[in-house]
């Protein structure tokens, strides 16, 4: 039965797997169990997944409640097609390393910039009021 | 002689001493202390008592407000709620914010209420809405929250107050905020409206109508409504279709025929399907006299569903009863034929729907029975084999149960509830129409079989008029206001000064020069847009209503072009200053090109002319935004109509050709900016074609005009000779008339180069 053709509505998507990208970054991947007026969801069995270049790692979860507002954008996952991906599974503690050094670098490279614009009597201006990704 | 100067001993002395000026004390309070307290006299002592008694109240009949002392406890009679009834003066409340009230009958009534905690009390209030409801509010809009059938259901909220002590959810009501029934607040409430939700399974919301045109809705519901107002609502369109009410008492029925029998049934022998007399006998007799129609495919199909956690059930009753019925032997056999055509009556009836919809409703019941029957309880909407198996093994599915679903799904209807669609949600409006009207086409051609899209109809409820006004309490020091959603506070005071002329700069008379400007297109823009409207509106209008519509858009029109032209008071258009400072903002230039199909060919005219004088002052100002091309199809069509007079003038605006031909005329600036623009020299093109139609077809023109057509065209030729082709723009269009129109005035050979330059 369609619910509600021609809007979006999240009831056809439960009970399914899917994708969920939150405002801070982190990227979930859980069954759909539950759903409200705001877009609150409930995962079961989720994982979330870090990606660092090509390589990416999962952190079993559990069950999540997310509240509507943090979610940037969610999609279904094609459970055949989930396994064909370029991108190279490994273990979590490796993708935490990875993940630092990442992080590392571009900090340091943040750090190179604001020096260099200092030098020029520039500014950039901060981002507070935006969100951090 | 004070207190304080006498010492406290046990003196007899001192304490006569202090008896005395008790005394003198006391002979400030005769009635406690004085004559009535010494008084052994138990006769005078009860007549004094009685002339006390009758003072408050004698006092009280003579004038309200005064005795309030003796009062406070007062007509025990009274209730709470109807004295605060009595507070509140304005009687035609219109804000829901906001408690009841009541036209008093004796507005003499002191408040001692109000040493009650009265605003805490939320079974107070509730109490309130009791009595209250049960009386005439004519204009009154909390009723409008609640249910279509009004009458009866607050005969029903008489009956059972316990049900309304407590809030429903954990929300309190509070003054200021809408009532609790009105919204929808956390979870699904525990206590469903079970029967009704047993409609819903069968016919879920919303509504799938392939409706061609928008159809409007009855109102049966106010503004608001919670969910669980829509499901308790047994005729809501929102449900689907109707159940008959046959049904929701027979299921209640049966729901409690099953709670009762419920161990007795359990002990029935699980066969597939088949039921013995004697068996049927007991379940008949379980459910009752009353209802004689009981159906066991009723049973087994409705209660199935109902009844998912009794599990024990649905083995039992899942099974297909349709090959079970001829098996059974004559004797019985005449009671059950009797009751075989029973599940026609309670099937619901579809006759009314759409045939999609049909489908859709059967096929739900196809698979909630296949649901039941595998004791799996996934909604597979993918119907493949793959899809059902993983569903199968997932035991976490379907945690979110159906009518939690309904119940979302309900609020997202709710939310696109509206009055006037068109104005809400415009562009989704548009946007389906454009496809239906694509679809419509496809069809028309004869496109293979159709695609049958379902169409979301979102509910339409009716516009209800509320002018609120605050409520205002008696009794209170000036007036107190609630404020409340629908009425809030005004907390700023935001006075707008204008500044005198003499201070400005010449900047700031500039800014303020464009900032008029801007608001002028503004004004203008939602002019347009209401004129543009008027088509629909016409359409839906009663017929009475029409001429005043017409007469309204003509209005509209009228202000539209003395906003564009300015208002010169002089009875020709002096300058064309205002025009120009429109033109020179590129809303102004889509403006003026969407207004132009609304004005009389005169006004049309008119523009047009403006334009042409200015064109080059245009075409600077334009050239960052390239705007300017838009206009050029609302020109053309106003060209179509203009007489040729007109036409020529135009050519002359446009060129800036002097009437005579003199021999040395200086370079033609004029002339040049337009034909190095594509606007302007396709603008040119246009009205040299049109002309040229205009020559062909009309056979005896003026003479007049025809000389000074001809001279312009010779004039023009010459120019557009002397410019270098690569001066030329490119213009948009190239009317084909334009060859035939030149070989009247130049020869052969500049002929040719004209046609290598066009």
Known sequence: ?133 | QSLEDCPLDEDEDAFQGLGEEDEDIDQFNDDTFGAGAVDDDWQEAHERLAELEDKPVANREQDGPGGEDSDLLGEPEDTLAERLTRLVIDSELEDPAIMQAVQTKVPTQQPGGLNSSIWDSSAVLRRIRGPLLTQEMPSVSVLDYALPQRPPQSREEERDPSERALPRRSSSPVIGSPPVRAVPIGTPPKQAAAPNFNQQILCPKPVHIRATMPQRYPAPYGERMSPNQLCNVPNSSLLGHPFPHSVSPVLTHLQRAQLLGGAQLCSLPCQAGRMSPSQFARVSGLVGSPLPSVNPKLLQGRVGQMMSPASGFRAFFGAPPAPSQPQHPPGPASHLQSLRPQPQMFRPDTTHLHPQHRRLLHQRQQQSRNQHRSLNGSVGDRGGHRSSQQERKDPYANLMLQREKDWVSKIQMMQLQSTDPYLDDYYYQNYFQKLEKLAAAQEVHGDGPKKERTKLITPQVAKLEHTYKPVQFEGSLGKLTVSSVNNPRKMIDAVVTSRSEDDETKEKQVRDKRRQTLVTIEKTYSLLLDVEDYERRYLLSLEGERPALMGERKQKICDMYDNLRGKAPGQDRPSDDHFMQIMCIRKGKRLVARILPFLSPEQAADVLMATARNLPFLIKKDAQDEVLPCLLRPFSHVLYHLPLGTVTSLVQQLTNLPQSATASAPTNLHLTAVLQNKFGLSLLYLVLSRGEELQSLDANTELMQDNQWTELMLMATRELLRIPQAALAKPVSTPSNLISLFSRYVDQQKLNLLETKL
């Open chain 1, 1 to 133: 039965m369609n619910y509600m053709p021609g809007t979006a509505s999240l009831i056809q998507d439960i009970d399914k797997k899917h994708l969920v990208l939150l405002r801070d970054g982190r990227t979930l991947i859980g069954y759909l169990r539950s759903i409200d007026q705001f877009a609150n969801l409930v995962l079961h069995q989720t994982v979330e997944r870090i990606h660092v270049g090509k390589k990416y790692g999962d952190i079993p979860r559990g069950i999540f409640v997310v509240r509507g507002e943090n979610v940037v954008l969610l999609g279904e996952i094609d459970l055949e097609k989930e396994s064909d991906t370029p991108l190279q599974q490994v273990s979590i503690e490796e993708i935490l390393e990875e993940q630092r050094v990442e992080q590392q670098a571009k900090q340091e490279s943040e750090k190179l910039k604001m020096q260099a614009l200092k030098e020029r009597g520039l500014s950039v201006p901060r981002a507070d009021t935006l969100d951090e990704y």
